[in-house]
């Protein structure tokens, strides 16, 4: 059974860094892509970065140049960097994983950014 379980829950002051990591478990074949979306209160959940097995990656406008996603496929593991982090980045973070053609998510982890 595949499971993800993800890590870096925090609360950061405006300006600040966090860095998310994701381990996926139960995994016998490559994962096609893994990610992150996020869900801020009130709001429907959103993409904010993904990132292949080759290493192609996208990510949301809102995020771009201040998120940084990466893998480590032999870990099955990605990590999201965040900087600069805005009031408006606060939310539930979840990570997420396309294997064998089936979508799977961590319960999630919040990320909080205020002074």
């Known amino acids: 059974q595949v499971q993800l379980v993800e890590s870096g829950v925090g609360l950061v002051q405006p300006g600040g860094s966090l860095r998310l990591s994701c381990a996926a478990s139960?995994?016998?074949?490559?994962?096609?892509?893994m990610g992150w979306y996020r869900q801020a209160p009130g709001k429907q959940r959103e993409l904010v970065a993904l990132?292949?097995?080759?290493?192609?990656?996208n990510y949301a406008a809102s995020v771009k140049g201040r998120f940084t996603i990466s893998n480590d496929n032999a870990k099955s593991t990605v990590y999201l960097q965040m900087n600069t982090l805005k009031p408006e980045d606060t939310a539930v973070y979840y990570c997420?994983?396309?294997?064998?053609?089936?979508?799977?998510w961590g319960q999630g982890t919040q990320v909080t950014v205020s002074s």
């Open positions: 139960g995994i016998t074949r490559s994962i096609y892509a």
């Open positions: 990132i292949t097995s080759a290493g192609s990656t």
């Open positions: 997420t994983a396309n294997y064998i053609f089936q979508n799977y």
